[in-house]
């Protein structure tokens, strides 16, 4: 439980320190946007030394605050920046991810798979353009649910299975 609010108190943390450096006009916007592409890696490969130490629910938590920070950082970029194109935006999302859904087959752990498919299902929402694009819609929602029904498979997550679906 410790490791979870931890994590959630670490995503809250970038979130909160994200706005407050925007009030206060700290950094440019490119400044931002490279601080958290930074600090989100940062916490992923973090989480790794922190895994080996044998702190493998502090290391998810830490993984899941970098992903929650890397998904908040892209979006920025994109919607409210205008930094990056949309295709760029896209793939650094289905990256970030694929990253979830390799960390959790590698650590078994259900958690950050369930984060990586609910980033994955927010991405369209979250970089939506307004128009139709129904085959590339439903196309990237079919490629999410067969990958992380084969993680669901591999693990042996029924669970995680079925919300895929």
Known sequence: MAPALGGLTAA??????????????????WMQIVTGIVAGVGAIGGSEVVRKRGYTPTANA??????????LTFWAAYRRYGLIPFP???VAMVLVTTTCGLLSVRRNSVYIAVLGLLGGFI??????????????????VALLNVGFAFVATRRGWPKLGLLAV
């Open 62 to 71: 830490l993984a899941g605050a970098g992903s929650v920070g890397l998904y």
């Open 88 to 90: 760029v935006a896209f």
């Open 12 to 29: 809250a943390f970038f979130l909160f320190f994200v706005r407050h450096s925007l009030q206060q006009g700290w950094y440019t916007p």
């Open 123 to 140: 991405t369209p929402l979250a970089l939506s353009s307004g128009s139709d694009n129904v085959i590339g819609l439903f196309g990237y």
